[in-house]
């Protein structure tokens, strides 16, 4: 997973799931 400023960490909290770097993808 790609991490952007964090934002993909904030989201593992809420749904640890690798799709979430699909819209995590924005800065």
Do not use: F, I, L, T
Not at 2 to 20: H, I, K, N, T
């Amino acid at each position: 997973v790609a991490r952007r400023g964090g934002g993909e960490v904030v989201a593992s909290r809420r749904q640890p799931s690798p799709a979430v770097a699909s819209w995590d993808v924005s800065p």
